[in-house]
């Protein structure tokens, strides 16, 4: 009898143990999610910030677009179109000055 006690309290503590052992390596587990969740949080912020600064951008220039006389410019650059009695002149920039090969 104390022999079968004995193994059964052995049994009970190994239980114990090891019911304790999953239990902290989950806490380790979360504990180190958290932790680069954390490391992380300023990039995302950052990455939030960048995002509803293009979309504030984008927000005022749809509403440019969105008014007959704003959009007009954007006509004239990328379509090339023009009104009755307007001209596009383009300028193109001046090239650099190559060196001569003698110096």
Request: hydrophobic share 45%.
């Amino acid at each position: 009898m104390p022999l079968l006690r004995l193994g059964g309290r052995i049994v009970a503590a190994s239980v114990a143990i090891l019911i304790v052992g999953l239990v902290v390596v989950q806490f380790a587990r979360v504990i180190g999610q958290n932790v680069a969740a954390a490391r992380q949080l300023p990039q995302i912020h950052s990455d939030i910030s960048a995002l509803q600064k293009r979309r504030a951008d984008q927000q005022q220039e749809l509403r440019r677009l969105s008014d007959p006389e704003g959009a007009v410019p954007e006509i004239h650059d990328r379509l090339r179109l023009v009104r009755p009695n307007e001209t596009i002149i383009l300028v193109s920039p001046q090239p650099a000055p190559q060196a001569s090969p003698n110096q």
